[in-house]
């Protein structure tokens, strides 16, 4: 018997091999963690893009001088899908509101959306909305612009299609308000 316990104590103390053993344990783990990363990274490009191109957008407006109208916005929904470099739907809605110090609330001026975005603001959806636009002086403007863009991700690990939505609310610079004419 004294023979079979020495093979066994020898192959016990044998590390021959054994790089390529735990080379194939751990191989799945490590190309899960690479998918995983890139697909965070992705998504996290996606909401970055998003971002940039609702604040580029608000900036556009901001500065915008000449009137608006469904054609313009179609245009900017066509730019918010360009430098998003998307391959999802994106979306986009502008509303305009001027405070009115007196009543103590913001007036909805005028509302325009592009693509699979929600409806037009109205009055009473800009009241849910107006906690969220800064104070402004009486008669003041704010243009706040909305976007959306639905992200699904490169690869299944675990994350689930998203919808990404951001808003950024600025001020007219050069002309007290942004006006919206149908023909525009």
Request: charged residues 20%; glycine residues 6%.
């Amino acid at each position: 018997m004294p023979l079979p316990r020495k093979r066994l104590v020898r192959f016990a103390r044998c590390e021959d091999g054994s790089y390529s053993v735990e080379a194939v344990m751990i191989l799945p783990l490590l190309l899960w963690v690479a998918l995983a990363s890139m697909t965070f990274i992705d998504g996290y490009r996606q909401q970055n893009a998003n971002l940039r191109t609702t604040y580029t957008i608000a900036d556009m407006l901001s500065r915008q001088s000449d009137p608006v109208g469904p054609r313009f916005v179609d245009g900017l929904g066509r730019i918010h899908t360009f430098l998003t470099q998307g391959k999802n739907e994106t979306s986009l809605r502008v509303t305009v509101a001027i405070w009115n110090e007196p009543d103590g609330k913001h007036e909805l001026v005028w509302s325009d959306s592009t693509g699979n975005a929600p409806a037009p603001i109205t009055d009473v959806t800009l009241a849910q909305l107006s906690p969220s636009i800064p104070a402004l002086s009486n008669g003041s403007t704010a243009i706040i612009v909305e976007t959306w863009m639905d992200y699904e991700p490169v690869f299944k690990i675990g994350l689930s299609p998203h919808r990404f939505h951001h808003s950024a609310i600025v001020t007219p610079r050069f002309r007290p308000q942004l006006k919206y004419e149908a023909g525009a």
